[in-house]
């Protein structure tokens, strides 16, 4: 059974960086599409990013696009969210996604079937 593992999370004041990585442990995961979504106390998950594994294609939320950028490392099979010039408002936990075959409801919680533990991130004012 393959599992997703979060890390990189933390504590951060605005305007300062993190990257966040998402690995699969367990069986090897040989899916296309990986996801980031996001979910700040009091509201429902959102869409952050996402990635087509084989087609090197990411799709970001408008509130990180050009911020935010999703990218794989093949040889170590993870998935990972470099966040800048990070605001007060991306304060979420954030959760890393996965399915096997690409779907164009990237955006779509329901389309995704494996999910991590997700990781905090806080940023100061």
């Known amino acids: 059974q393959v599992q997703l593992v979060e890390s990189g999370g933390g504590l951060v004041q605005t305007g300062n960086s993190l990257t966040l990585s998402c690995a699969a442990s367990?069986?090897?995961?040989?899916?296309?599409?990986m996801g980031w979504f996001r979910q700040a106390p009091g509201e429902e998950r959102k869409f952050v990013a996402a990635?087509?594994?084989?087609?090197?294609?990411?799709y970001y939320a408008d509130s990180v696009k050009g911020r935010f950028t999703i990218s794989k490392d093949r040889a170590k099979k993870t998935v990972s969210l470099q966040m800048n010039n990070l605001k007060p408002e991306d304060t979420a936990i954030y959760y890393c996604?996965?399915?096997?075959?690409?779907?164009?409801?990237?955006?779509?919680?329901?389309?995704?079937?494996?999910w991590g533990q997700g990781t905090q991130v806080t940023v100061s004012s």
């Open positions: 367990g069986r090897p995961f040989s899916g296309n599409a």
């Open positions: 996604a996965a399915r096997l075959i690409w779907n164009v409801q990237y955006y779509n919680q329901e389309m995704y079937t494996i």
């Open positions: 990635f087509m594994w084989d087609a090197n294609r990411a």
